[in-house]
């Protein structure tokens, strides 16, 4: 019998399920539905996943399978901005831009919101408050509005290639990064009471310590008010949170992990001993001690001896960080001061108005402040003041077609881009006689505009044909008939493009200039000589208008460039990318090509340590990628609309969202809190909709559900699990366990998998012959 238990312990079991079934509205549970009950809204609803505190490890594995696909599923829609190519959003915060004008290539923050952001674009932060003093004689109510400005040599975004630097030891390949420059001013935060806050100018304490304010969204007390020698506020130290209370000695406080007590207070009422977590410490009235990561402030303290004990009061203040404002100074943020901030009151004697607040990055403050700053997608700077916002970047928005110029031989090259219909397009250059021409070769030759003309035999010449509406076309007289013979005087006429014949046995006239139609085209006016020693003259049609590639850019062609002309939006003033073809006779690779600069906005090394490969980009968004060195190929990324950067001012709780193609909305993952899984000994305790892990033998909870039956084991065959639901105080219970480890973890495959086993009902058996063979009996 001893063997037998150890063996039953062993499995992790489930039993015959004896236990108590669904009633009521429970009984609606149904595994098609799973994971409701436990999620509920995108949130985990008051649920717990129940091990048994003598469980296999088979049981934890399968637990952790069980939280891992309930994470997936707690997600929630979160409503994004539409277009084209859907951009980013934020769950909390707000997107740097302002009635269209977006966050483009070249600007910086203050160039797209000049005025700044106040409370209507970021309550969260900036929004509208109340200071409500109640302390001294000079009570009184105060609203007060808060503002951001950034600094116009700061909050860039451009293509940059950032230098090797403390921040970055190893550099960072060239890209698009928001740009935080060293020394440079990142914003100017005030707040301005809409009427002054009074006070006594001998009596500042008194009036102002105790006080609370809420400053970007969070609450600071208060602990120590001074000013200059005629009565103006010059300095607050306020401690970030808003729990002042008043502790009698010896009567322990508990404030998240941290419990406090007071331990004594000198006779003179000027101190207060202090002890937290273990520590004690003398704090002056007025002061603030630093104790790990909580701040204690004391505003009174209270001698107070009775015949038996003491029974000492102090009135403090517990928050995590103690922050010291001082006009003309520097922030100190818990002693550390910040070299790149500065601190302005405003008012006068007797009279408070607010203060400003401005920060420069690049001073040796901790982490990323240290020296220029750049921003990659996906990363944030935390502002190193007040800690409440960040400014983050969520990439770029944009929809982009790619063109390329290559070399396919020492003497020869190839342009190839989609035309307007959305058609391929091969576009060629040759050498001959150490000067270059459009064709596949000399019997090839493209004429790209009227009024060209083809020496030798007509046939094999091409034709750069453009519709009206800019649809680019490869012509070729694919066949001459000659002077006399069946079909004479007549050509066939192919669509290179899109690999269809448009003229077939179209009549000419030799010498003479002749309209042929074309199918669908229109058609083109030649002058044709008939003949091998003939030509052909391009006289008009089809090219009324330059080629438009397939998102709108303007393209030209020569016999040593090709022309890339932005189309006009709304906010930037549209650009040409040159691309130049040139001759190298003393070169083996003959051909050379290359990209004028003066035209990007940007150029930089796409390698640190090699100057030879670059990227530029146009303050449209056009992005040129091409080697100075092989100069044997241009890469352009060409975009549909301006490019721009999704930049965020946003409570450090927010995360970006979205950033798919054509959808309207995203998932924002709720991430569970600690304590989703608990132990049966703790559980068996609680009030909670529980998934429960593991049968009777290991698991008490499981033995709960099936009626604690005496062979735990009972019910249950080798190679079988169960997944049932159960009644468990009122809440929903599911149990998911088998005969051995291997069975209890198919069970809990399946269950993660359940569209896939297509589970249903309350209950069902399942035979686990592996972990890759699970079936539904």
Same mark, same amino acid.
Request: a negative charge.
């Given at each position: 019998?001893?063997?037998?238990?150890?063996?039953?312990?062993?499995?992790?079991?489930?039993?015959?399920?004896?236990?108590?079934?669904?009633?009521?509205?429970?009984?609606?549970?149904?595994?098609?539905?799973?994971?409701?009950?436990?999620?509920?809204?995108?949130?985990?609803?008051?649920?717990?996943?129940?091990?048994?505190?003598?469980?296999?490890?088979? *049981?934890?594995?399968?637990?952790?399978?069980?939280?891992?696909?309930?994470?997936?599923?707690? &997600?929630?829609?979160?409503?994004?901005?539409?277009?084209?190519?859907?951009?980013?959003?934020? !769950?909390?915060?707000?997107?740097?831009?302002?009635?269209?004008?977006?966050?483009?290539?070249?600007?910086?923050?203050?160039?797209?919101?000049?005025?700044?952001?106040?409370? &209507?674009?970021?309550?969260?932060?900036?929004?509208?408050?109340?200071?409500? *003093?109640?302390?001294?004689?000079?009570?009184?109510?105060?609203?007060?509005?808060?503002?951001?400005?950034?600094?116009?040599?700061?909050?860039?975004?451009?293509?940059?290639?950032?230098?090797?630097?403390?921040?970055?030891?190893?550099?960072?390949?060239?890209?698009?990064?928001?740009?935080?420059?060293?020394?440079?001013?990142?914003?100017?935060?005030?707040?301005?009471?809409?009427?002054?806050?009074?006070? !006594?100018?001998?009596?500042?304490?008194?009036?102002?310590?105790?006080?609370?304010?809420?400053?970007?969204?969070?609450?600071?007390?208060?602990?120590?008010?001074?000013?200059?020698?005629?009565?103006?506020?010059?300095?607050?130290?306020?401690?970030?949170?808003?729990?002042?209370?008043?502790?009698?000695?010896?009567?322990?406080?508990?404030?998240?992990?941290?419990?406090?007590?007071?331990?004594?207070?000198?006779?003179?009422?000027?101190?207060?001993?202090?002890?937290?977590?273990?520590?004690?410490?003398?704090?002056?009235?007025?002061?603030?001690?630093?104790?790990?990561?909580?701040?204690?402030?004391?505003?009174?303290?209270?001698?107070?001896?009775?015949?038996?004990?003491?029974?000492?009061?102090?009135?403090?203040?517990?928050?995590?960080?103690?922050?010291?404002?001082?006009? /003309?100074?520097?922030?100190?943020?818990?002693?550390?001061?910040?070299?790149?901030?500065?601190?302005?009151?405003?008012?006068?004697?007797?009279?408070?108005?607010?203060?400003?607040?401005?920060?420069? &990055?690049?001073?040796?403050?901790?982490?990323?402040?240290?020296?220029?700053?750049?921003?990659?997608?996906?990363?944030?700077?935390?502002?190193?003041?007040?800690?409440?916002?960040?400014?983050?970047?969520?990439?770029?928005?944009?929809?982009?077609?790619?063109?390329?110029?290559?070399?396919?031989?020492?003497?020869?090259?190839?342009?190839?881009?989609?035309?307007?219909?959305?058609?391929?397009?091969? $576009? +060629?250059?040759?050498?001959?006689?150490?000067?270059?021409?459009?064709?596949?070769?000399?019997?090839?030759?493209?004429?790209?505009?009227?009024?060209?003309?083809?020496?030798?035999?007509?046939?094999?010449?091409?034709?750069?044909?453009?519709? =009206?509406?800019?649809?680019?076309?490869?012509?070729?007289?694919?066949?001459? +008939?000659?002077?006399?013979?069946?079909?004479?005087?007549?050509?066939?006429?192919?669509?290179?493009?899109?690999?269809?014949?448009?003229?077939?046995?179209?009549?000419?006239?030799?010498?003479?200039?002749?309209?042929?139609?074309?199918?669908?085209? /229109?058609?083109?006016?030649?002058?044709?000589?008939?003949?091998?020693?003939?030509?052909?003259?391009?006289? =008009?049609?089809?090219?009324?208008?330059?080629?438009?590639?397939?998102?709108?850019?303007?393209?030209?062609?020569?016999?040593?460039?090709?022309?890339?002309?932005?189309?006009?939006?709304?906010?930037?003033?549209?650009?040409?990318?040159?691309?130049?073809?040139?001759?190298?006779?003393?070169?083996?690779?003959?051909?050379?090509?290359?990209?004028?600069? /003066?035209?990007?906005?940007? &150029?930089?090394?796409?390698?640190?340590?090699?100057? *030879?490969?670059?990227?530029?980009?146009?303050?449209?968004?056009?992005?040129?990628?091409?080697?100075?060195? =092989?100069?044997?190929?241009?890469?352009?990324? +060409?975009?549909?609309?301006?490019?721009?950067?999704?930049?965020? $001012?946003?409570?450090?709780?927010?995360?970006?969202?979205?950033?798919?193609? /054509?959808?309207?909305?995203?998932?924002?993952?709720?991430?569970?809190?600690?304590?989703?899984?608990?132990?049966?000994?703790?559980?068996?305790?609680?009030?909670?909709?529980?998934?429960?892990?593991?049968?009777?033998?290991?698991?008490?909870?499981?033995?709960?559900?099936?009626?604690?039956?005496?062979?735990?084991?009972?019910?249950?065959?080798?190679?079988?699990?169960?997944?049932?639901?159960?009644?468990?105080?009122?809440?929903?219970?599911?149990?998911?366990?088998?005969?051995?480890?291997?069975?209890?973890?198919?069970?809990?495959?399946?269950?993660?998998?359940?569209?896939?086993?297509?589970?249903?009902?309350?209950?069902?058996?399942?035979?686990?012959?592996?972990?890759?063979?699970?079936?539904?009996?």
């Amino acid at each position: 019998m001893k063997n037998m238990a150890k063996k039953i312990v062993a499995i992790g079991t489930g039993a015959l399920m004896l236990g108590a079934t669904l009633t009521g509205a429970l009984a609606a549970n149904d595994l098609a539905n799973y994971p409701a009950p436990f999620v509920k809204d995108g949130a985990l609803d008051n649920t717990v996943i129940v091990v048994g505190k003598n469980a296999e490890t088979a *049981d934890v594995l399968g637990a952790i399978d069980i939280a891992a696909a309930l994470q997936a599923k707690a &997600v929630t829609p979160v409503k994004l901005s539409t277009s084209t190519t859907v951009a980013p959003e934020v !769950d909390k915060g707000v997107k740097i831009e302002k009635s269209g004008d977006k966050f483009n290539y070249g600007e910086n923050a203050t160039g797209v919101v000049p005025e700044g952001l106040n409370e &209507v674009d970021l309550p969260e932060i900036l929004g509208k408050g109340t200071f409500r *003093d109640t302390k001294g004689d000079n009570k009184a109510t105060r609203d007060f509005r808060q503002s951001l400005k950034f600094g116009s040599g700061s909050v860039f975004f451009n293509l940059y290639q950032p230098d090797d630097s403390d921040n970055y030891p190893e550099g960072r390949p060239a890209g698009n990064y928001v740009y935080l420059p060293d020394g440079q001013r990142v914003y100017n935060y005030t707040l301005t009471f809409t009427s002054a806050v009074k006070y !006594d100018t001998d009596g500042i304490s008194t009036d102002l310590e105790g006080n609370t304010l809420n400053l970007q969204g969070n609450t600071y007390t208060i602990t120590e008010a001074t000013g200059d020698s005629a009565g103006k506020l010059t300095k607050l130290k306020l401690v970030a949170g808003d729990s002042t209370v008043w502790l009698v000695q010896d009567q322990p406080y508990t404030l998240g992990s941290h419990t406090v007590t007071v331990v004594d207070v000198d006779q003179g009422e000027t101190r207060c001993g202090i002890n937290v977590d273990g520590t004690t410490v003398w704090v002056d009235v007025g002061t603030t001690q630093v104790f790990g990561e909580l701040s204690v402030g004391v505003l009174q303290a209270v001698a107070v001896h009775t015949k038996d004990y003491d029974a000492d009061t102090c009135e403090v203040t517990l928050g995590s960080n103690e922050i010291v404002l001082e006009d /003309g100074e520097v922030v100190k943020v818990n002693d550390d001061e910040l070299d790149g901030s500065l601190v302005t009151f405003h008012g006068t004697a007797g009279s408070w108005e607010g203060f400003s607040v401005t920060y420069d &990055v690049g001073y040796a403050d901790e982490g990323i402040n240290q020296g220029d700053v750049y921003l990659k997608e996906g990363e944030a700077w935390t502002d190193p003041v007040f800690g409440n916002f960040k400014i983050m970047y969520g990439g770029t928005t944009a929809t982009t077609e790619e063109m390329k110029l290559e070399r396919t031989a020492s003497d020869k090259a190839k342009f190839t881009f989609t035309n307007y219909g959305g058609q391929k397009v091969e $576009i +060629y250059w040759y050498e001959s006689g150490n000067s270059l021409y459009l064709g596949e070769d000399s019997s090839k030759r493209m004429l790209y505009q009227t009024g060209q003309i083809k020496t030798g035999d007509p046939e094999r010449t091409r034709f750069l044909y453009t519709t =009206s509406g800019g649809e680019a076309h490869v012509l070729e007289l694919s066949r001459v +008939y000659g002077l006399t013979g069946t079909n004479a005087n007549t050509t066939d006429i192919k669509d290179l493009t899109y690999g269809v014949t448009v003229a077939d046995k179209r009549p000419f006239t030799p010498g003479t200039p002749t309209s042929i139609p074309l199918s669908g085209l /229109g058609s083109i006016t030649l002058n044709i000589s008939a003949g091998s020693s003939g030509w052909v003259q391009w006289v =008009s049609g089809g090219n009324s208008t330059v080629p438009k590639t397939k998102l709108g850019g303007k393209l030209t062609f020569t016999n040593d460039t090709v022309v890339l002309d932005e189309e006009d939006e709304v906010e930037v003033t549209p650009t040409t990318v040159t691309m130049t073809l040139s001759y190298d006779a003393s070169s083996d690779e003959r051909i050379e090509l290359d990209v004028t600069e /003066g035209t990007l906005l940007k &150029v930089v090394n796409k390698d640190q340590e090699d100057s *030879d490969n670059k990227v530029g980009v146009t303050q449209k968004g056009t992005w040129v990628e091409w080697n100075e060195d =092989s100069q044997n190929k241009v890469t352009v990324m +060409y975009p549909e609309k301006d490019v721009y950067a999704n930049v965020f $001012i946003a409570p450090l709780e927010a995360s970006v969202v979205g950033g798919s193609t /054509g959808g309207a909305t995203a998932d924002k993952v709720n991430p569970f809190q600690v304590g989703l899984a608990v132990l049966d000994e703790d559980a068996e305790k609680m009030t909670k909709n529980m998934i429960v892990v593991g049968g009777p033998c290991v698991n008490t909870v499981a033995a709960a559900l099936m009626g604690n039956p005496t062979n735990c084991a009972e019910g249950f065959e080798k190679g079988k699990a169960k997944i049932k639901f159960f009644e468990w105080k009122g809440k929903a219970a599911l149990l998911v366990a088998g005969y051995e480890a291997k069975d209890t973890m198919g069970a809990a495959y399946a269950l993660v998998q359940k569209d896939k086993f297509k589970l249903s009902g309350d209950e069902v058996e399942l035979v686990v012959t592996s972990l890759d063979q699970i079936k539904v009996v």
